[in-house]
């Protein structure tokens, strides 16, 4: 029995390494474009104190301004209404919520994650890193 478990293993292994070698996937220049994350060139972003063709120009603010600085990192509760998802009436003299927490988004370093997992996996991030480089190199 032993051996013929082996032998089943041995054959199984192979048809997977045969029907792996027999794919071709082949993907086109407009789903990379789908994939990659957008990089602006370093011509278009924001410059302060310079209009869009370079010359000097006065700040539009005149100081004492709030300064504020967009975060890079921010996350979003998602909840769900149990009492309207279950259909349990609503106590017009009760101000209490039936809110339950179903998780977490969060964004980080450029990534979506829900309850700290990522939202796109490893494989399609090698993916788009791939084609990124290949739109790059126009190849």
Known sequence: MRTF???????FAIILIYSAKARTVTITESDCSNLVRHVPSDDVAYKPGVDAKGRPVV???????????????FSIPITMDLQKRLGIPVDPNSFQTQNFAVGTVTWKDGRGYFNGQPLQSAEAERLAALCQERLKTGG
């Open 5 to 11: 478990v082996s032998t089943a293993a041995l054959i």
């Open 59 to 73: 700040p539009a603010d005149l100081g004492g301004g709030v300064q504020i600085k967009a975060p890079t990192e």
